[in-house]
C-alpha cells in the first residue's frame, strides 16, 4: 500500500512538473466571429466558431462582421485562397471599404489557434529552400535591412508557432498567413515576394 502511494505521488509530481513547463507549448482552439449579409451589421448573420471554406453554404454574401474571441484569417475566394485579411477581436462595420477589396466579400474564413512556446522559422531567399537561409525567431520588419535580400523571401519553412508575412517593409501591403509546414514556392500566392514578418503573439487575443 506504502509503495502504491509512493508511486501516485511520483505520478502526481511529474504531471506538476509538465504543467509548470514554461518551455512547453500550448495551444489553444477556442475561437467566435459573427457574420452579417449586410454592413453595419445589418440583415441576416451567421456566428461561426472554427474554419469554414466556403461562407456561401451558409449566407449569400457578407459585408460586415464582429469577431467577439480569437484571431482570424478571412478570404474573398473559397477555400482559403485569395485575398487574406488578419483580423482580431473588434467590429467591421464596413471591412470592404476598410481594406480596399471593392467589391469581394468574405468567402472563407480560418481560426487561428492561439500558441504560447517559441517561434521558429526557416526563411530562403529563393525557391525550393534554396540560396542564403536565416533561421528567424522574432520579427523582422525588414528582409532588405537585416539580410540585405533585394528580392525578399521566397521560400520557407515554418517550425515553431504562426507568422503574418507582408509584401513591403513594416508590415505594409497584402499579408499571408502561415503556420508550421513548409513552403517551396509563393505560387498560390501569386507569385509574392514578402519582405516583411511578425508573430502572431498570444496577447493579441
Known sequence: MHGLN???GKQ???WKQLESNPTKPTITTMGRVIFYEDRNFMGRSWECSGDCADLHSYMSRCHSCRVESGCWMVYDRTNYMGNQYFMRRGEYADYMNMWGWGNNCIRSCRMIPMYRGSYRMRIYERDNFMGQMNEVM???DSFMDRYHWSNGCMSCHVMDG???MYEHPHYRGRMW???PG????FRDYGGMRFMSMRRIMDSWY
Do not use: K, T
Not at 182 to 185: K, L, V
Open 162 to 164: 504562426h507568422w503574418l
Open 138 to 140: 522574432d520579427d523582422c
Open 6 to 8: 509512493q508511486a501516485a
Open 177 to 179: 498567413y502561415f503556420r
Open 182 to 185: 513548409e513552403y517551396r514556392n
Open 12 to 14: 502526481l509530481a511529474s
